[in-house]
């Protein structure tokens, strides 16, 4: 019983670096996002994916990429880490667009030196 | 100003005792009114949900919602040791993209770290 696997759990990356955080569901949910959480922060909306094919922006997409080749994954790259990006992220998913529950994932713990 | 703003404690009690977590909110344009519980190095879970004002318990848990002060409450009744955790408000209202898509979008509160001691 999977559910929304994330990884790696733990990174440390040098500033300017690039590198891609996994997101896998097995729950066929079409909705999947991004979060990142910072402390005092609560958890922000980087990017979100209504299906297959198709992704947008949430409330702090700079610095991020992403893509939804398939239902099931939802990878998130960073395209040159900066101090900023250390954080914790999230990914999450949920079987009907109005997000009645989001399944989330064990994070990912972003350190970049 | 935050659309939603919660006290981040943290909040210490005994066993047994009631527990009432806060969040207040901005934005008239929520729906829907969550409690998600996040224990340390996991990912946050759904504990409650509500849409309407108005009381809904579950067990030991009542969400409270007051659209009309913008004010959600969540009460956890004999509190337990494995009750220590993060308690998120989240709330939900509908956003549209670039394209014209209207889409869900939660919004959390800051979280408040909650420790019950035996």
């Known amino acids: 019983n999977a559910g929304v696997t994330q990884t790696p759990k733990f990174q440390v990356l040098k500033t300017g670096q690039s590198m891609t955080l996994q997101c896998a569901q097995d729950?066929?949910?079409?909705?999947m996002s991004w979060y990142r959480q910072d402390p005092g922060m609560g958890l922000r909306l980087i990017h979100y994916?209504?299906?297959?094919?198709?992704?947008d922006q949430g409330e702090v997409p700079n610095g991020y990429n992403v893509s939804r080749s398939t239902t099931e994954d939802f990878p998130l790259r960073l395209l040159s880490a900066a101090p900023s990006q250390t954080s914790v992220y999230f990914c999450?998913?949920?079987?009907?667009?109005?997000?009645?529950?989001?399944?989330f994932g064990q994070g990912t713990r972003l350190t970049v030196v | 100003q935050k659309e939603v703003e919660q006290d981040p404690g943290p909040l210490s009690v005994p066993e047994g005792a009631i527990v009432s977590l806060n969040c207040t909110y901005s934005n008239s344009a929520f729906q829907y009114f969550m409690w998600y519980r996040q224990y340390s190095r996991k990912g946050p879970e759904l504990l409650m949900y509500t849409y309407s004002s108005g009381n809904k318990e579950d067990g030991r848990f009542t969400a409270q919602v007051d659209k009309s002060s913008k004010y959600i409450s969540l009460f956890i009744r004999d509190s337990q040791p494995s009750d220590s955790a993060t308690y998120l408000c989240a709330m939900k209202s509908f956003s549209q993209n670039a394209g014209g898509t209207s889409y869900g979008k939660l919004t959390f509160g800051q979280g408040t770290i909650l420790t019950v001691h035996p």
């Open positions: 729950m066929n949910h079409e909705y």
């Open positions: 994916s209504v299906g297959a094919g198709i992704t």
């Open positions: 999450a998913s949920s079987s009907d667009r109005e997000w009645t529950e989001a399944f």
